[in-house]
């Protein structure tokens, strides 16, 4: 989590154009699809997240609002938006999807998401869930920004989460080590409903909130080794200075 004054993140949403005719995304009507990833995103319910042919959804932002969004635009590997307050907290939310394509079999997405608020002092709790097809799941925690090994099990404040689905593909799910740590996996009939937490100790006036989670997918076959690695990718990557 990245704490930054609001005012130079304004300031940088202001500069960012409204479209691109390179981006791998194509945005209409508030709907935006990942040409190469085939996942696509409904900016009036961000909610859901990246929905796949299959019927799985990756890296929902709950940001408590069901409607368009007061910004929207592509650019590059990125699609953002911007929600304004929908209750008393006062929370300005950002969510910018980013598509990392493929690299070694697997294709990954990074939600960073980002929260101010008009208020002295907010509750700023937030949620990325995900809800996926699950037959075994595996968690690991991160140790000095380094993944243990995937064990099986549902985590406790974990920060990976590892979904075999059955089908020969395994989903990764895990939030940057620098934020706090809490994800919930929830099991039903099969499918696993994720929660990543974001922002619980609140957030003052003045000050921008960031978090990133990833979902990536890829082989079952020799997912704990092309896990970590990815894994390992994500704790070294720079931050992201603005959305």
Do not use: Y
């Not at 995900?130 to 993944?147: F, H, M, R, T």
């Amino acid at each position: 989590m990245s704490r930054s004054p609001s005012a130079s993140s304004k300031a940088g949403l202001a500069a960012a154009p409204r479209g691109s005719t390179d981006s791998v995304w194509t945005l209409a009507g508030g709907r935006a699809e990942d040409r190469a990833g085939g996942v696509v995103v409904d900016l009036s319910a961000p909610a859901l997240g990246l929905v796949t042919p299959s019927g799985d959804r990756w890296l929902g932002f709950d940001v408590g609002v069901g409607r368009p969004p007061l910004d929207a635009w592509v650019r590059g590997d990125d699609v953002t938006a911007i929600w304004e307050p929908g209750d008393d907290r006062g929370l300005r939310a950002t969510g910018l999807w980013r598509c990392h394509g493929v690299d070694a079999g697997v294709i990954s997405w990074e939600l960073v998401a980002s929260a101010t608020t008009r208020l002295l002092h907010a509750d700023a709790t937030l949620a990325v869930t995900s809800d996926v097809k699950a037959v075994e799941i595996l968690s690991a925690a991160w140790q000095a920004g380094i993944p243990s090994p995937f064990a099986p099990g549902t985590p406790a404040h974990h920060g990976l989460v590892l979904l075999r689905q059955g089908n020969g593909r395994s989903l990764l799910l895990m939030l940057h080590p620098s934020d706090h740590q809490t994800v919930t996996v929830a099991v039903d009939q099969g499918r696993a409903r994720v929660g990543c937490w974001l922002f619980p100790t609140g957030v003052e006036k003045g000050v921008l909130l960031r978090s990133r989670v990833v979902a990536a997918i890829g082989p079952t076959a020799d997912d704990v080794a092309w896990g970590p690695r990815l894994a390992a990718r994500f704790a070294a990557s720079p931050p992201v200075l603005s959305t």
